[in-house]
């Protein structure tokens, strides 16, 4: 398979398959750039027949948001620290 996005960077990778309903496991993406991934897969059979490629594409964007918290309230009561959280 290879694996590659339009941001930049691939990733590529072998195995084998015993059962048409068998997945594969892609190893490490976090080499790629955010955008557009595409897959290509394809087979060989014993006789290093090759068939036609299946693809997929998907969007990658690992890049967390960005934005400010503003708290004008510089006291909280019991009621407001129960509900309240920061991570």
Do not use: C, H, R
């Not at 990778?13 to 991934?37: C, P, V």
């Not at 997929?56 to 019991?78: C, E, K």
């Amino acid at each position: 398979y290879t694996l590659t996005s339009s941001g930049g960077g691939s990733v590529t990778g072998t195995g084998s398959i015993s059962s048409e309903t068998q997945s594969i496991s892609i190893g490490d993406i976090s080499s790629l750039q955010d955008g557009t991934l595409s897959l290509s897969v394809t087979l060989t059979d014993k006789a290093n027949n090759v068939g036609t490629a299946a693809t997929a594409t998907s969007v990658l964007d690992a890049t967390p948001p960005a934005g400010t918290i503003s708290i004008a309230d510089t006291l909280l009561n019991a009621t407001e620290a129960k509900g309240t959280s920061l991570a």
